[in-house]
Nanobody, 122 residues
Framework: QVQLVESGGGLVQAGGSLRLSCAAS????????MGWFRQGPGKEREFVAS????????FFAASVKGRFTISRDNTKNTVYLQMNSLKPEDTAVYYC???????????????WGQGTQVTVSS
């Protein structure tokens, strides 16, 4: 089992950047694929990005491709989401998740963090 804690959210102006971190407990972090999801006001939770256990394979939602990057440091049990050129529509609670396989489906991920709020002002 793994426990996840996100950090790094906040208020930023449109065009700005933020880096989210997700710290995982447990020695098995490197076994898991990791994903980032978000849930905006009145919206369903949606896929943002994912990375394989090694970090070699990544996927991005079309809405963030070219602006967001995902990376992981297995020595620090941490996965990151670098968000650049932020837009007001990126406003959401961002969640990290761990699962056996990386991909876009929420059902791939068994473990979830509590989320961190990202607000982008226009």
């Amino acid at each position: 089992q793994v426990q996840l804690v996100e950090s790094g959210g906040g208020l930023v102006q449109a065009g700005g950047s933020l880096r989210l971190s997700c710290a995982a407990s447990g020695r098995t972090f490197r076994r898991y694929a990791m994903g980032w999801f978000r849930q905006g006001p009145g919206k369903e939770r949606e896929f943002v990005a994912s990375t394989s256990w090694s970090g070699d394979t990544t996927f991005f939602a079309a809405s963030v491709k070219g602006r967001f990057t995902i990376s992981r440091d297995n020595t620090k049990n941490t996965v990151y989401l670098q968000m650049n050129s932020l837009k007001p529509e990126d406003t959401a609670v961002y969640y990290c998740a761990a699962g056996d396989y990386s991909g876009v489906a929420i059902t791939l991920y068994a473990y979830w963090g509590q989320g961190t709020q990202v607000t982008v002002s226009s």
